[in-house]
Antibody
Framework: QVQLVQSGAEVKKPGASVKVSCKFSGYTLIELSMHWVRQAPGKGLEWMVGFDPEDDDTIYAQKFRGRVTITEDTSTYTSYMELSSLRSEDTAMYFC?????????????WGQGTLVTVSS | SYDLTQPPSVSVSPGQTATITCSGDKLGNKYVCWYQQKPGQSPVLIIFQDNKRPSGIPERFSGSNSGNTATLTISGTQAVDEADYYCQAWDSSTWVFGGGTKLTVL
C-alpha cells in the first residue's frame, strides 16, 4: 500500500512561490506516477501536473504551464511541486496523488493535502 | 479543452439506488474513473477503468460508460455514502475532472 505524506500548511504573499513536498513509500517508481491536484475552498478537484509514463514526460494543465514545476528526490523518496507567481486565486488545498502505469488506472493513493493560503 | 459535466446535486433515500452521471464528448471512447470525497478528507478512488472497483470498495458501487455518458450507480445507498463524487477522464494528454456532484442521503 502506497503512503503519501505531505508537508504542512503554508501562507504566502502574492507574487511569491510555494514548494510543497510529498514523501512516498511502499512502491517502486516504475509502477506508479505522481500527480498534483488542487481544490479551492468549496470548489471541485483540479488536476495541475503529473508524469505521463507513455511519453516519459511531465504533462501540464494548460493554465499552469510555465508556472508549476515538479521534481523528485529519489534518495529521500520525496516529490515536490512548486507553484510560482502566486495570486489569491491559488489559495487551495494541494494534493499529491499516484496512479498505476496502465490504461484506465485511477489516482488510487492520495496525500492528506497541504493548505496554501495566498494573502497580502 | 475537454469538459466533463455532472449534476451539482443528487438526493436519494436510504436503501434506494443513486445514479450520478458524467457527460462529455465521446466519453464512451475513454476510460472513466470515479472518486468519493467526504468533508475534510482526501478523495478516494471508487471506480477505475469505467467499471472496476479497487480492493475494499463495497460492491454497491458500480460504473458504466457508453456514448457520451458515464454513470456511477450506488445500490442500496447508505447514510455513510453521503459525499461529493467526481468523475475523471484522460483527454489530449491531460487529466480532466468533472465539476462534482453532492450526494445527499435523506
Amino acid at each position: 500500500q502506497v503512503q503519501l505524506v505531505q508537508s504542512g500548511a503554508e501562507v504566502k504573499k502574492p507574487g511569491a512561490s510555494v514548494k510543497v513536498s510529498c514523501k512516498f513509500s511502499g512502491y517502486t517508481l516504475i509502477e506508479l506516477s505522481m500527480h498534483w491536484v488542487r481544490q479551492a475552498p468549496g470548489k471541485g478537484l483540479e488536476w495541475m501536473v503529473g508524469f505521463d509514463p507513455e511519453d516519459d514526460d511531465t504533462i501540464y494543465a494548460q493554465k499552469f504551464r510555465g508556472r508549476v514545476t515538479i521534481t523528485e528526490d529519489t534518495s529521500t523518496y520525496t516529490s515536490y511541486m512548486e507553484l510560482s507567481s502566486l495570486r489569491s486565486e491559488d489559495t487551495a488545498m494541494y494534493f499529491c496523488a499516484m496512479r498505476g502505469n496502465y490504461k484506465g488506472a485511477g489516482f488510487d493513493s492520495w496525500g492528506q493535502g497541504t493548505l496554501v493560503t495566498v494573502s497580502s | 479543452s475537454y469538459d466533463l459535466t455532472q449534476p451539482p446535486s443528487v438526493s436519494v433515500s436510504p436503501g434506494q439506488t443513486a445514479t450520478i452521471t458524467c457527460s462529455g464528448d465521446k466519453l464512451g471512447n475513454k476510460y472513466v474513473c470515479w472518486y468519493q470525497q467526504k468533508p475534510g478528507q482526501s478523495p478516494v478512488l471508487i471506480i477505475f477503468q469505467d467499471n472496476k472497483r479497487p480492493s475494499g470498495i463495497p460492491e454497491r458501487f458500480s460504473g458504466s460508460n457508453s456514448g457520451n455518458t458515464a454513470t456511477l450507480t450506488i445500490s442500496g445507498t447508505q447514510a455513510v455514502d453521503e459525499a461529493d463524487y467526481y468523475c475523471q477522464a484522460w483527454d489530449s494528454s491531460t487529466w480532466v475532472f468533472g465539476g462534482g456532484t453532492k450526494l445527499t442521503v435523506l
